[in-house]
């Protein structure tokens, strides 16, 4: 599933050509995908609408209409693109959604599984959905002391809160297994027993490996795809994340993966992460 890094990216990459944009007509394949909204209550919300913005919170992208956000909750599959009109046969298959734009070309949400969500929202739905979220990793209002607190507030496997969207947005397997090696934490660890000087340093280096991510436009190992479907380059400075049974990087000892703190694997130094 594409994570803060590879959002952001297609958020990037999409929003000079969709701000400030109209729409004029859309259509949906499957409704399966809708969350608390009829197709016929999305598709003539979208029709006409104005698009102010589009942005990202956690793991979703979020058009900005007039009046209501589209989120767009791309599953493993799920990809977010802009395409020259009239699509292509191949383009076609699989295209979800389908917003026509007043220059022509077409706003595409692409889901071969279709296991991503859409959210219709107007502001007090937008509010409640919003709230349930914990604070941003990249922006300013997320300290050390912030990330300290919430560590201090559960007593599940720190990996398991980092990845909590409740708790922190945006982290998800990968982004958490390279910031607890980058910190020398064991992800099992309680969260409550990460000391002050840990969190702080947990802090720096999730802050600072997101931003590395998003600077080389995201990890693919399968299926993501940029706003311009490329594919990422992080994938080659991952540390621990799809490395299993390869020497750890600074000390030589065998990376070693387990499914046994969440349904995820988890790769980590014996030696290093304590
Ligand atoms: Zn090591």
């Known amino acids: 599933m594409p994570e803060l890094p590879e959002v952001e990216t297609i958020v990037r990459d999409l929003r000079p050509l969709l701000r400030g944009r109209r729409i004029l007509t859309a259509s949906l394949s499957h409704d399966d995908v809708l969350r608390g909204v009829s197709r016929r209550a999305l598709l003539r919300g979208l029709a006409g609408a104005r698009v102010r913005d589009l942005s990202r919170r956690a793991k979703h992208a979020?058009?900005?209409?007039?009046?209501?956000?589209?989120v767009v909750q791309p599953g493993m599959t799920g990809s977010l693109m802009v395409l020259d009109s009239p699509l292509t046969p191949e383009q076609r298959s699989y295209a979800v959604l389908r917003a026509t734009?007043?220059?022509?070309?077409?706003?595409?949400?692409?889901?071969?599984?279709?296991?991503?969500?859409l959210l219709w929202l107007d502001a007090a739905g937008?509010?409640?959905?919003?709230?349930?979220?914990?604070?941003e990793p990249l922006e300013p209002a997320f300290t050390p002391k912030t990330l300290h607190t919430i560590l201090?507030?559960?007593?599940?496997?720190v990996k398991k809160?980092?990845?909590?969207?409740?708790?922190?947005?945006?982290?998800?397997?990968?982004?958490?297994n390279e910031a607890l090696f980058a910190a020398r934490i064991d992800p099992s660890k309680?969260?409550?027993?990460?000391?002050?000087?840990?969190?702080?340093?947990?802090?720096?280096?999730?802050?600072?490996?997101?931003?590395a991510a998003i600077r080389s436009k995201g990890t693919t190992v399968r299926d993501y795809r940029t706003g311009t479907g490329r594919k990422g380059a992080f994938q080659f400075e991952l540390l621990v994340y799809e490395r299993e049974g390869e020497p750890c990087v600074r000390c030589g000892t065998t990376l070693a993966g387990?499914?046994?703190?969440?349904?995820?694997?988890?790769?980590?130094?014996?030696?290093?992460?304590?």
């Open 101 to 117: 734009l007043d220059d022509g070309r077409v706003l595409v949400y692409r889901d071969v599984r279709r296991l991503g969500t």
């Open 161 to 176: 809160v980092l990845m909590d969207q409740g708790a922190v947005a945006g982290v998800g397997n990968i982004y958490a």
């Open 190 to 211: 309680p969260a409550s027993a990460v000391s002050a000087g840990s969190a702080r340093l947990l802090h720096r280096e999730l802050i600072r490996i997101l931003q």
């Open 258 to 274: 387990t499914h046994a703190i969440d349904a995820r694997i988890t790769v980590f130094c014996h030696r290093c992460q304590t």
């Open 62 to 70: 979020i058009l900005e209409t007039d009046n209501r956000r589209l």
């Open 126 to 135: 937008w509010d409640a959905y919003t709230g349930t979220i914990g604070p």
């Open 152 to 157: 201090q507030g559960s007593r599940a496997a």
